[in-house]
């Protein structure tokens, strides 16, 4: 479809959209599906199985070991695993080190050094690797606590303790077995029922919920006999939990409110949950078949955009690969997602598998010896092609919608979001969109900063709500995003934007977001749409009614391009190497300004090296509407003279 045929499209369903988006019903989120897993009763307890290891491999370690001898990647992934743990070898265990008021690291380190042993002595049969992970084991038993003011740190540690427990059973000496195990259940599964620690995780919305219960499920199970009814109590709350947290994790297509990144480790833990309850009860107690997880890797998949980078909206790395984990291989293969073992997973793993690093993080695959027995079921090569669109609808509390040309690494791609900034990892992104053009990042989220560093210099980081100290963080708060704003005010954080609909047509896809929540007390109505054309040029169009006359009203762009010139609307930016692109505004009446990012950031913001703020500046008319279009697209060398017509430098008044 040319060009002009997509903007009548557009004149032609912006009709729809706006009657869609302007009524009251859809302010809120869609509520849950009335969903509630079986019952796991007394019959089931009789009938868990006895054997160890029971966790993740059936009653032996047939399983694990044919993964390694008779698959592509199994063999490839154990020989890497097989190499990490030959040089824990010469490493000390691990000591109680508190960073800030997290012992998370250490926790997580455990996890991944237990279970890399313990599947090194049961692919090789070398004592020597169970015996260095029965002192890494009687180490942290030896800590004074796991640090249940900050109840993740003993979730993951007793995650890593109840996987060694289980596969290295039967070598363990029978005093040996009775610490781990009382260690267990004195610093692991006690403290969760003590109302002195943070408790809202046991029957809450978010990632915790799912790590925490996922974790202290693999201890109960693991020890059940030392001490059955707190074991049964254990695991009856993390699966009567469990539906409140995946409603509000997958119910919308998969889209994970708090991003992409958590989705990792919400999921990770979701799914080990419902892997060892299969595997010890016979049964998932309905949590296997939840509507939108399996949808939920295409939410993944979808957001590691053209470049590599990932949509970084909420607390997620830009940078960081989506990579490997548990979750994604586990729906792979357990749930039949084939399509999700793409390019990017494939060169992932192929790229670790062959990698033998002398240096590695210490937490890098720490999920790895649950993983392996999976990895046998992958097909040696990546799949190809799938949707090009993804789309949340508004079922989900933060949705999204990403959009690309193709899955080349030089397409063309959009993503937007909505939701409330006040949420469970937040940003001042509602309403933001991101753009890659032919694999370019033109418009990006910087992504998450530093947790541990911010709170070290008093940042009060949970502070979300209107007006919060989160949003003075510069990557977090409302400069550093791809919105609109009036006078420069923060949007409200409380404020949800909403999915207002996706139309495709002749190769145009265009998505709407209603933002008149978070822009209350602003505006009286906020549409905001977003076209990917199939030639990979954008347009992102703002109707705006009821805004104060004479505010001004300011479109924001963060790019780490540079801008080449200023024409009038016309803005041109450029990456260096030759390949430039423009941003044309309407109406024309406005005035461009760009400055480094680092004009905007306090001392205790992380660097933003080579990160430019664009903004384009107009005044509301007398009448409060706003209508604008910023189409950005690349341009081609035979029109790049007839742009350049020299650089206007206007700083922002901030």
């Known amino acids: 479809m040319s060009v002009r045929s997509c903007a009548n499209m557009l004149r032609k369903h912006f009709a729809v959209f706006s009657s869609v988006c302007f009524s009251a019903a859809v302010f809120a989120a869609a509520p ?11 019959r089931h307890f009789a009938a ?5 290891p029971r966790l993740f491999l059936p009653g032996n370690f047939d399983t694990l070991t044919s993964a390694y001898r008779d698959s592509y990647w199994g063999r490839r992934f154990g020989n890497r695993m097989l190499h990490d743990a030959e040089q824990l070898l010469a490493m000390p265990p691990l000591p109680r080190r508190m960073i800030g008021r997290r ?3 250490t926790s997580q380190a455990e996890v991944r050094r237990i279970g890399l042993l313990a599947t090194a002595f049961r692919l090789t049969g070398e004592r020597r690797f169970a015996e260095r992970a029965r002192a890494e084991m009687l180490a942290v038993c030896a800590y004074d606590d796991w640090n249940p003011a900050h109840f993740l740190d003993v979730a993951e540690m007793t995650f890593a303790l109840a996987l060694g427990y289980d596969w290295l059973h039967d070598t363990l000496p029978p005093e040996e077995r ?9 610093k692991g599964l006690k403290p969760s029922f003590d109302k002195t620690f943070k408790q809202s995780w046991v029957a809450g919305d978010y990632n915790w919920t799912q790590v925490c219960h996922g974790g202290l499920a693999a201890g109960a199970l693991a020890v059940y006999e030392r001490d059955p009814q707190l074991a049964r109590q254990v695991i009856r709350r993390a699966v ?3 539906p409140k947290v995946m409603a509000a994790s997958y119910r919308g297509n998969g889209a994970y409110p708090e991003g992409v990144g958590y989705w990792a480790y919400g999921t990770n833990y979701n799914t080990l949950l419902i892997e060892m309850l299969e595997n010890a009860f016979g049964t998932g107690f309905g949590l296997t078949d939840y509507p939108g997880l399996e949808e939920s890797g295409e939410f993944v998949r979808a957001c590691l955009l053209p470049s590599g980078h990932k949509f970084a909206c909420s607390d997620t790395g830009r940078e960081s690969r989506v990579g490997l984990n548990y979750a994604n291989v586990y729906l792979m293969v357990r749930r039949g997602k084939s399509g999700l073992f793409d390019r990017y997973m494939r060169n992932f793993l192929a790229d670790y598998t062959a990698a033998r690093p002398q240096k590695h993080h210490p937490a890098d695959q720490r999920l790895a010896a649950p993983m392996l027995p999976l990895l046998a079921r992958l097909p040696e090569q990546a799949a190809t092609g799938g949707s090009t669109v993804y789309f949340s609808t508004d079922r989900a509390p933060v949705p999204v919608a990403v959009m690309r040309t193709d899955w080349s690494g030089t397409a063309s791609a959009l993503a937007m979001k909505g939701g409330r900034p ?8 509602s309403g933001e969109f991101v753009v890659e053009i032919d694999g370019i990042p033109v418009a990006v989220d910087l992504g998450s900063d530093h947790y541990t560093r911010l709170e070290a210099r008093g940042i009060k980081l949970w502070d979300r709500g209107r007006g919060g100290e989160r949003w003075k963080v510069f990557r977090l708060g409302a400069d550093a995003h791809n919105i609109a704003r009036f006078d420069c005010a923060e949007p409200d954080a409380d404020g949800r934007g909403a999915a207002a609909g996706l139309i495709e047509e002749g190769g145009c896809v265009t998505a709407a977001f209603d933002l008149s929540a978070p822009y209350a007390g602003q505006v ?9 054309f199939p030639d990979g040029a954008v347009e992102i169009r703002d109707h705006v009614s009821g805004a104060k006359p004479g505010a001004v009203y300011c479109w924001q762009l963060t790019t780490p391009l540079k801008v080449q010139s200023v024409a009038g609307a016309r803005l041109t930016l450029a990456d260096g190497t030759g390949r430039t692109f423009t941003i044309s505004a309407e109406p024309p009446e406005g005035a461009w300004s760009f400055f480094p990012a680092s004009e905007l950031q306090r001392d205790y913001d992380s660097p933003n090296p080579g990160i430019t703020l664009v903004r384009y500046k107009l005044p509301v008319p007398a009448g409060g509407r706003v209508e604008s279009r910023f189409r950005l697209e690349r341009i081609s060398a035979s029109h790049r003279n007839e742009l350049k017509s020299g650089i206007r430098h206007e700083y922002a008044d901030q």
């Not at 849950?32 to 007394?42: G, M, Q």
């Not at 009775?178 to 004195?186: P, Q, R, V, Y």
């Open 422 to 429: 006040s949420g469970s990892h937040g940003h001042m992104d």
């Open 32 to 42: 849950a599906e009335e969903f509630e897993a079986l019952p796991v009763t007394d």
């Open 240 to 242: 009567a939990a469990m």
């Open 524 to 532: 009286r109505s906020f549409l905001r749409t977003g076209t990917l």
């Open 103 to 105: 012992l998370l690291k």
């Open 48 to 52: 868990l199985r006895q054997e160890h």
């Open 178 to 186: 009775d610490t781990i195990a009382s260690a267990i259940l004195e």
